[in-house]
Nanobody, 128 residues
Framework: QEQLLESGGGSVAAGESLTLSCEDS????????MAWFRQTPAKVREGVAA????????NYGDSMEARFTISRDSAKKKLYLQMNNLKPEDSAMYFC?????????????????????WGHGTRVDVSS
């Protein structure tokens, strides 16, 4: 059964960096789109970045690429989100998600309903 487990969240000051990790148990040999989403009580779940596991190609949500980098270590079965120059508005619960896809063009960070597998989330708080 495919499972995702996030870690690495925490409380940081504005301007600092943080790296989130997502350990997965996805089936080896299958191609997935893996993504990071974030959610606050006031907003719908927002796509941050997505990565196609077959070739590592990535797509980012609007305004995300400048400060966020998604990557994956396939040997460790871990997905990462490097977040730099964090701002208070980045405070949210961050979720790792995955869905089987066959083409990298289908791998985009959203909408959330298109993803089948979800972790429980890791909290990021950025103070000003």
């Amino acid at each position: 059964q495919e499972q995702l487990l996030e870690s690495g969240g925490g409380s940081v000051a504005a301007g600092e960096s943080l790296t989130l990790s997502c350990e997965d148990s996805l089936r080896s040999g299958d191609a997935y789109c893996m993504a990071w989403f974030r959610q606050t009580p006031a907003k719908v779940r927002e796509g941050v970045a997505a990565l196609f596991t077959d070739d590592g190609s990535a797509n980012y949500g609007d305004s995300m690429e400048a400060r966020f980098t998604i990557s994956r270590d396939s040997a460790k079965k871990k997905l990462y989100l490097q977040m730099n120059n964090l701002k208070p508005e980045d405070s949210a619960m961050y979720f790792c998600a995955a869905v089987r896809v066959h083409r990298p063009s289908r791998c985009v960070p959203g909408p959330a309903r298109d993803y089948d597998y979800w972790g429980h989330g890791t909290r990021v708080d950025v103070s000003s």
